[in-house]
C-alpha cells in the first residue's frame, strides 16, 4: 500500500504522512489489501485523485478544500473516514464518516510529548504562519519586533511539533498548527494574514470538536498585497471568507472550472500590485507597524482549546478506525 499525499514541497502538515502511518501500521508497503492510502490534507478533489486511478484506495482522515470535489462513491475507494462533518456533507457521504483530522494522533506518540519542563512564565509564544505567506513577506521580522517566536513551516512534522511543546502558546495561520497544538494540549490563536487561508478547512476540522472558526484578520504587513487581499476577498475570487458561508464553497471554490477562471482573471488584474510588490523589500511594509500591534494583541490572548473529554474521544476513534487496517 502506498501512502499517497501532497509531497512537492517540505510542509510539516504534509510531511507528517510519511511517518506517522507507518509508526501505528508497521510498514505500510506490507498492506497488500489495497494499493493506496489517502491520508492527512485536502486532498479529496478530482485533480488529485487521479493519482490513483482505479487503483484500490482507502480514503482515511482526508478532506475536500480545492477544486471540484471528488466522486468517492466507486467500488475501487473504501472510505474509512473523512476530516469532517462538512466534508461528508459536500461529498454527499454519511456523516458517520466524518471522524477528524488524522494529525490528531500525533498526542499518541510518546516522543513528541518530551519537552524541556520549561516555566510556562518563560515559554515563548510561537507563531507559525501558512507556508505560502512566507513567500510574499519577512514574518521573522515581524515576529521579532512583536516579541514572538518565528516557526517555519517549511520544516519536519517532529521539528514543528517539538516548538510547540515547547511554547505556552501558537499563533496559527496554518491549521495543522492549530491541529498539532490541540493534541499537544497548548493553546492556539486563529489569525489571517492572506487571502489564501481556506475557511472551509478550518471549519471542516472545527465540526468536529464543537468549536467555531473565529479568526482574527490581520492582513499583510505589505500595503500593496493588502490591496490584493481585499480585491480577492470582494470579488469571491479567495480561498478565506470572513462570513464563514458555507454557500461561498459550494458555489465558487467547489465549482473548479468557474473558479480558477475567476482567479486567473483576478491574477492577471493584480499583476501590476504583484510587480510592485516584488522590487519591495520583503522586510518592509507601509502596514508592518499595523501588523506587529495586531500580533502583540493576538500573543496576550487567552487561546483555544478543545475540552479534554471531547478531544480524547475523539482520538480514540480516529485510533480505532486505523488500526481496523492492520493485517
Given at each position: 500500500?502506498k501512502?499517497?499525499?501532497?509531497?512537492?514541497?517540505?510542509?510539516?502538515?504534509?510531511e507528517?504522512?510519511?511517518?506517522?502511518?507507518?509508526?501505528?501500521?508497521g510498514?505500510t508497503?506490507?498492506?497488500?489489501?489495497?494499493?493506496?492510502?489517502?491520508?492527512?490534507?485536502?486532498?479529496l478533489?478530482?485533480?488529485?485523485?487521479?493519482?490513483?486511478?482505479?487503483?484500490?484506495?482507502?480514503?482515511?482522515?482526508?478532506?475536500?478544500?480545492y477544486?471540484d470535489?471528488?466522486?468517492?462513491k466507486?467500488?475501487?475507494?473504501?472510505?474509512?473516514?473523512?476530516?469532517?462533518?462538512?466534508?461528508?456533507?459536500?461529498?454527499?457521504?454519511?456523516?458517520?464518516?466524518?471522524?477528524?483530522?488524522g494529525?490528531?494522533l500525533?498526542?499518541?506518540?510518546?516522543?513528541?510529548?518530551n519537552?524541556?519542563?520549561?516555566?510556562?512564565e518563560?515559554?515563548?509564544?510561537?507563531?507559525?504562519?501558512?507556508?505560502?505567506?512566507?513567500?510574499?513577506?519577512?514574518?521573522?521580522?515581524?515576529c521579532?519586533?512583536?516579541?514572538?517566536?518565528?516557526?517555519?513551516?517549511?520544516?519536519?512534522?517532529?521539528?514543528?511539533?517539538?516548538?510547540i511543546i515547547?511554547?505556552?502558546?501558537?499563533?496559527?495561520?496554518?491549521?495543522?498548527?492549530?491541529?498539532?497544538?490541540?493534541?499537544?494540549?497548548?493553546?492556539?490563536?486563529?489569525?489571517v494574514?492572506?487571502?489564501r487561508?481556506?475557511?472551509?478547512?478550518?471549519m471542516?476540522w472545527?465540526?468536529?470538536?464543537?468549536?467555531?472558526?473565529?479568526?482574527t484578520y490581520?492582513?499583510?504587513?505589505s500595503?500593496?498585497?493588502e490591496?490584493?487581499?481585499?480585491?480577492?476577498?470582494?470579488?469571491n475570487?479567495?480561498?478565506?471568507?470572513?462570513?464563514n458561508?458555507?454557500?461561498?464553497?459550494?458555489?465558487?471554490?467547489f465549482?473548479?472550472?468557474?473558479?480558477?477562471l475567476?482567479?486567473?482573471?483576478c491574477?492577471?488584474?493584480c499583476m501590476?500590485?504583484?510587480?510592485?510588490?516584488n522590487?519591495?523589500?520583503?522586510?518592509?511594509?507601509?502596514?508592518?507597524?499595523?501588523?506587529i500591534?495586531?500580533?502583540?494583541?493576538a500573543?496576550?490572548?487567552?487561546?483555544?482549546l478543545?475540552?479534554?473529554?471531547v478531544?480524547?474521544?475523539?482520538?480514540?476513534?480516529?485510533?480505532?478506525?486505523?488500526?481496523?487496517?492492520?493485517?
Amino acid at each position: 500500500m502506498k501512502v499517497e499525499y501532497f509531497n512537492s514541497k517540505l510542509n510539516f502538515g504534509d510531511e507528517l504522512n510519511s511517518w506517522l502511518w507507518d509508526y501505528f501500521l508497521g510498514d505500510t508497503k506490507n498492506i497488500s489489501d489495497c494499493d493506496y492510502f489517502v491520508p492527512v490534507g485536502s486532498l479529496l478533489c478530482d485533480w488529485f485523485l487521479e493519482r490513483v486511478g482505479d487503483k484500490k484506495t482507502v480514503i482515511f482522515s482526508s478532506g475536500a478544500g480545492y477544486g471540484d470535489v471528488a466522486d468517492l462513491k466507486k467500488e475501487n475507494i473504501k472510505i474509512i473516514g473523512v476530516r469532517g462533518t462538512l466534508t461528508a456533507q459536500t461529498l454527499g457521504l454519511d456523516e458517520s464518516l466524518a471522524i477528524g483530522d488524522g494529525a490528531a494522533l500525533i498526542s499518541l506518540v510518546p516522543e513528541l510529548k518530551n519537552s524541556e519542563n520549561l516555566e510556562n512564565e518563560i515559554k515563548p509564544v510561537i507563531f507559525i504562519p501558512h507556508h505560502e505567506s512566507l513567500d510574499d513577506f519577512d514574518w521573522e521580522s515581524i515576529c521579532n519586533a512583536a516579541g514572538i517566536m518565528f516557526v517555519d513551516p517549511r520544516n519536519t512534522s517532529k521539528y514543528v511539533a517539538d516548538k510547540i511543546i515547547n511554547s505556552k502558546l501558537v499563533i496559527a495561520e496554518a491549521m495543522h498548527a492549530a491541529i498539532f497544538s490541540d493534541a499537544l494540549r497548548v493553546p492556539w490563536v486563529p489569525i489571517v494574514t492572506t487571502h489564501r487561508i481556506n475557511t472551509f478547512k478550518w471549519m471542516d476540522w472545527l465540526s468536529m470538536y464543537n468549536l467555531k472558526y473565529s479568526p482574527t484578520y490581520i492582513g499583510s504587513p505589505s500595503l500593496i498585497l493588502e490591496i490584493e487581499n481585499k480585491i480577492r476577498i470582494s470579488t469571491n475570487t479567495s480561498l478565506f471568507n470572513k462570513n464563514n458561508d458555507l454557500s461561498f464553497y459550494k458555489d465558487n471554490v467547489f465549482n473548479g472550472s468557474n473558479f480558477n477562471l475567476k482567479r486567473k482573471i483576478c491574477a492577471a488584474s493584480c499583476m501590476v500590485l504583484r510587480s510592485l510588490h516584488n522590487i519591495s523589500p520583503k522586510s518592509k511594509g507601509l502596514r508592518s507597524s499595523v501588523v506587529i500591534k495586531s500580533m502583540i494583541d493576538a500573543k496576550n490572548q487567552a487561546g483555544n482549546l478543545s475540552e479534554d473529554e471531547v478531544f480524547l474521544k475523539r482520538v480514540a476513534v480516529i485510533h480505532n478506525k486505523l488500526l481496523g487496517l492492520k493485517p
